[in-house]
């Protein structure tokens, strides 16, 4: 496990550097208080901190053994795949059929796909997290979210 966490770290410290580097391009402050750099610098930072902190304890550390269960079997490896190709399929739809029919297709299959709950639990969160969410969003923050070709 120590190339693993030593390479995982790797990859972090370099988004931390890079985020770090864009965030050095926003303004820092504002009159209105911090500016849209401020939280970018003080996350990459903080990510930067953490991502050393796991290369010099796995390099430097007791090393620990793989687990036997590291490796998914391969129904695992296919809901993975189902969850990504979900997400890809809720990128492409979202403005054409509008977050609150796309929010549901894709709560209600990532449920199915992954969970042991009921049909009826499954519903309710896929219409909580759809239809409930954009009522919020819209109706009492005044976000706009995408309503697709239905326009309802």
């Known amino acids: 496990m120590r190339r693993t966490y030593q390479f995982t770290g790797s990859i972090l410290l370099c988004l931390a550097v890079y985020v770090g580097y864009e965030s050095l391009k926003l303004r820092y402050y504002t009159t ?12 990459s930072l ?3 901190v953490l991502a050393a902190a796991m290369m010099l304890q796995a390099t430097f550390g007791r090393p620990e053994p793989m687990p036997p269960d590291t490796f998914a079997d ?13 997400i890809l399929a809720a990128a492409l739809l ?3 059929i509008g977050f609150r029919l796309t929010m549901f297709a894709v ?5 199915r796909m992954l969970g042991k709950q009921s049909l009826l639990t499954v519903l309710v969160i896929a219409l909580m997290g759809s239809f409930g969410v954009y009522f919020v969003f819209v109706r009492w923050l005044s976000v706009p979210l995408p309503v697709g070709v239905f326009g309802w």
């Open 46 to 48: 903080i990510l930067g």
């Open 94 to 96: 979202l403005e054409r």
């Open 107 to 111: 709560y209600f299959f990532v449920l």
């Open 74 to 86: 391969r129904g695992g490896y296919l809901r993975v795949g189902a969850v990504a190709l979900a």
């Open 32 to 43: 209105l208080g911090p500016g849209p750099g401020f939280f970018a610098f003080w996350l």
